[in-house]
């Protein structure tokens, strides 16, 4: 499967962005999904996952409560909801695919997901 991250840009401090990650596979909609950033010098950090049906999702402590990820059925897309944007969101976005599905635990970790699209990247100023 091929994943398409945009949606990342140039936003001041406190301000939002709506990240989005569609795929081409057939399948996607089958598939659990991930956001996960990295910023320069630093190792990928995950944000959240969610069910390949939508009735999970699965948060980094850090990211509860500004971040919210969504997908839908019809059209292939994950989407990354980001509010009250700090500079120390300021990386590239990436969202990433797993064909496994869970029944109870959500994969966090980069070697669980098989397929990563090319990220986009998000600049918070101050």
């Known amino acids: 499967v091929q994943l398409q991250a945009s949606g990342g840009g140039l936003v001041q401090a406190g301000g939002s962005l709506r990240l989005a990650c569609t795929g081409t596979?057939?399948?996607?909609?089958?598939?659990?999904m991930a956001w996960f950033r990295q910023a320069p010098g630093k190792e990928r950090e995950f944000i959240a996952a969610?069910?390949?049906?939508?009735?999970?999702?699965y948060y980094a402590d850090s990211m509860k409560g500004r971040f919210t990820i969504s997908r839908t059925g019809t059209e292939n897309t994950v989407t990354l909801q980001m509010n009250s944007l700090k500079p120390d969101d300021t990386a590239k976005y990436y969202c990433?695919?797993?064909?496994?599905?869970?029944?109870?635990?959500?994969?966090?970790?980069?070697?669980?997901?098989?397929?990563w699209g090319q990220g986009t990247q998000v600049t918070v100023s101050s």
């Open positions: 990433a695919a797993d064909p496994s599905r869970y029944s109870d635990y959500l994969p966090r970790m980069t070697r669980e997901y098989d397929y």
């Open positions: 596979s057939e399948t996607f909609n089958t598939y659990t």
């Open positions: 969610i069910s390949w049906n939508a009735d999970k999702m």
